[in-house]
Structure formats: structure tokens, C-alpha cells
């Protein structure tokens, strides 16, 4: 047999995989019905343009034609573009970062990988509260770790308890992402606070002190003058990874890091074991051109006020067809609950959705069983022409 058992089977779960799938379906349905008549939810695409700085910063890289622009560099990355990042992530965090704390990545995915391959012991756990970004499930089992599902509270911000309870001494580390993809939260300063507590508490009554994984793409996307906390100043062993995907609009160009924690006791250990994981895995370097970019152009001016319209359009419309969501504070997903006729199988009610042309992504994939995922990262128009489709799709179901 050519293909893996454990990839064939992991490609046959109906869960998996099943945003991507989504995604596809929505392109032919659009090439069939036409684009205006598509309402394709389904992705986490952003479609605003990147801003004019790093695309300014993009024509300027690209002619540079000074020997060797095009090399190898060093495996963590560009000294000045490290420097760069040190300084980006010192004004997140309110704590001092040199950039000797920061190894370039292949986007926040390719720096999960390498963070979770320095780390992960065969065996060892990784914990989540759910819903969570749903390729974390694999991330995870790459390195033959184990990912622990833990619930949210009932408004999605951290079960510390949970979490609590569900810290053991396998436990390599605690992985949160803020503002949160599926749910739009961005969890409050006392909830990390009472995070932070935990797992304090738990490394000194165990001797294994978990990391403390701040996973930070959609950091920028917030809304009503909601604030991201910095954890840099509350535990030691934290990290973020983070990439330029969603804040600037450049998720295909791939780029993203990895940043410790000066005050990690073990910091030099974990940048090194991040650099060769990094390089292990076949990555070797980032995107040597968008590491220069980025070095000039991270602090971009961006304007997210045209997701807070179209947050605001689409709750509207959804308030009007009668479907329960929470109201996102940063990135830009809707969190949706399924009709109660669908007994919590959002499967079936995105495929009922479907119908209607209207696209979202099943909540069960996510971990969060009975809720879908709206990717309101599209155009205003796809926004209010789903008026029409939500309204008739829940009056159908009278
Ligand atoms: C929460 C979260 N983490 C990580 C990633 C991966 O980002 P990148 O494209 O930079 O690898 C995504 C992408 O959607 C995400 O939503």
C-alpha cells in the first residue's frame, strides 16, 4: 500500500479537511450559478488589500539586486529582520525583546510545527480550550503528541478551572489563540491573568512548567477598542507565534515567527531547538523576500473598519433570520449557532445551508459541536446579497 494507514485515514475523516472542501465547492458552485450568487463563508481568506507600505516595500526588495539577495541565510533568519520582530513583538508584550528571542517561520502554521517538534515529547499533551483552529489536531500529531480538548466557557472565554484539571505532568503546553479563530473572542486581561495563575501553580507543584503557546495572527483585528493582553509579563515560559497572513493580507507569501520570552529560563535551549526543528523539517529558511519586506513595512498602518462593517452587516441579517452567534471583538469570524431543529449537527445544517448557496464551515470541526464558523472576510456585497438566502433559508424551516 503506497499511502501512510495513518494518512489515508486521517484524510477519510469527514471532519477533516472539510473547510478546504467547502472552499472548492464554493468555487464551483460559483463557476455554475455565477459569483454574485454564491455566499461563500467557508475560508479565512482576507481580501482586503494589503497596505500600500508593504506593498511600496515589496517593488523595493524586488529590485535589489545586490549579490546573494536570493541565498541561504542564517536558519533562524535575517539579523535585521529578527531585530525587526524583536522590536514588533516588545511593544505587544510591554517587555523588553532582543532578536535573539526570535527565529523567523514559514507562517504561524510552519511556527507551530517547529515549536511543537522542539517540545513535544512522543506522549506528551498539548491543551486547548475549544472550539480551536482545527489544524491544530494535527500539528499536534505530527510529533506523536496528544491534543486535550478543553471547553470554553459558555461566552468561549478560557475555562481556567478546565484547565486546570486538565494540566497533568505530560502536559507540554497550553496553547491559546487571541483574538480566536472560530469564536471572535479575544480573552480578557483577568482571564489570562487567572491562566497564567494555573499554570504557574502547576509547574511548581510538578516540576514541569508548561509553555505557554499564544498563537497571534488575527492580534491586530479588533474591534470597538478591544485590547489583546500581553502574557510576556505574567509567565515566564510563554511564546508567541504569530504571522503576516491575516494583519496585512499576505497568507500566501508564507511568512510568520516564532518569539520567546526573554525571561524564559530555558530560552536559549528553545530558540536553538526551534532553529534546527525549523531546519529539520525542510523549511531551512523563511521567504528570504518577505523576510525583508516584513523587516520595513510590519508596522503598516492598516484600517480594519471595513470588517467591522461587514461584522456588523452580517449580524444584522443573521439577527433578522433568527440564528444565535456571538458578536466577534477581533478577527473575522462569526461564531453561529445551529438551529435547534438540527439537534447540534451543524454537518447537516451546513449542508442545509448549502441550498441556499450560502456557505459556512461545520463547528464540529472546530470542537465545537452545534455551532458553524461564518468567514466574514468577503466582500460587503456577497454580505448583503445573503440577506435574501439566510432569511428564506430559516423561514423554510417553520
Ligand atoms: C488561529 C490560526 N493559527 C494559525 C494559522 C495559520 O496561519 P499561517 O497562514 O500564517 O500559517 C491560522 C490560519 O488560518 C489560524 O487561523
Not at 517593488?59 to 524583536?86: L, Q, T, W
Not at 483574538?179 to 489570562?192: C, D, F, K, L
Not at 471595513?306 to 449580524?315: F, G, H, S, T, V
Request: proline share 6%.
Amino acid at each position: 500500500m503506497p499511502i501512510s494507514a495513518y494518512i489515508k485515514e486521517t484524510m477519510s475523516n469527514k471532519s477533516a479537511g472539510v473547510i478546504r472542501k467547502m472552499f472548492e465547492e464554493g468555487l464551483k458552485l460559483k463557476a455554475q450559478y455565477g459569483e454574485d450568487n454564491v455566499f461563500d463563508f467557508s475560508l479565512g481568506n482576507p481580501d482586503l488589500d494589503p497596505p500600500e507600505k508593504v506593498t511600496d516595500a515589496l517593488k523595493k526588495c524586488a529590485a535589489d539586486e545586490s549579490k546573494n539577495i536570493h541565498g541561504y541565510m542564517p536558519n533562524a533568519g535575517y539579523k535585521f529582520c529578527r531585530d525587526a520582530m524583536a522590536k514588533k513583538t516588545s511593544l505587544e508584550q510591554g517587555v523588553e525583546i532582543s532578536g535573539d528571542c526570535v527565529v523567523m517561520a514559514v507562517g504561524a502554521a510552519g511556527a507551530l510545527n517547529a515549536v511543537f517538534k522542539a517540545v513535544l515529547n512522543p506522549g506528551d499533551n498539548v491543551i486547548v480550550p475549544s472550539p480551536f483552529f482545527t489544524e491544530y489536531r494535527h500539528y499536534v500529531k505530527n510529533y506523536q503528541g496528544e491534543l486535550i480538548e478543553v471547553p470554553a466557557a459558555a461566552d468561549c472565554s478560557i475555562d481556567t478551572e478546565a484547565i486546570k484539571n486538565s494540566l497533568n505532568e505530560k502536559t507540554a503546553a497550553v496553547l491559546i489563540n487571541s483574538p480566536n479563530n472560530p469564536t471572535g473572542r479575544v480573552y480578557s486581561q483577568a482571564n489570562i491573568e487567572q491562566l497564567c495563575k494555573v499554570l504557574e501553580e502547576h509547574g511548581n507543584k510538578c516540576g514541569r512548567k508548561p509553555y505557554l503557546i499564544l498563537d497571534e495572527p488575527y492580534r491586530a483585528i479588533v474591534y470597538d477598542g478591544t485590547k489583546v493582553p500581553a502574557a510576556f509579563p505574567l509567565y515566564d515560559s510563554s511564546v508567541v507565534v504569530t504571522s503576516f497572513a491575516k494583519n496585512i493580507s499576505i497568507p500566501g507569501e508564507r511568512i510568520g515567527y516564532v518569539c520567546v520570552n526573554p525571561a524564559c529560563p530555558d530560552k536559549d535551549d528553545f530558540v536553538s531547538a526551534v532553529i534546527f526543528c525549523t531546519r529539520v523539517l525542510g523549511f531551512v529558511n523563511a521567504p528570504a523576500l518577505f523576510q525583508r519586506v516584513v523587516a520595513e513595512s510590519y508596522d503598516a498602518p492598516c484600517d480594519y473598519s471595513l470588517y467591522k462593517k461587514r461584522r456588523d452587516e452580517l449580524m444584522e441579517i443573521l439577527d433578522e433570520a433568527g440564528i444565535k452567534h456571538l458578536v466577534p471583538e477581533g478577527a473575522f469570524y462569526m461564531w453561529c449557532k445551529a438551529p435547534d431543529c438540527f439537534n447540534n449537527d451543524d454537518m447537516a445544517f451546513c449542508d442545509y445551508l448549502k441550498k441556499y448557496m450560502i456557505l459556512g464551515a461545520p463547528g464540529s470541526s472546530f470542537g465545537g459541536k452545534g455551532w458553524f464558523r461564518l468567514a466574514y472576510c468577503v466582500s460587503e456585497k456577497t454580505i448583503l446579497n445573503s440577506r435574501k438566502a439566510f432569511i428564506q433559508a430559516m423561514n423554510d424551516l417553520k
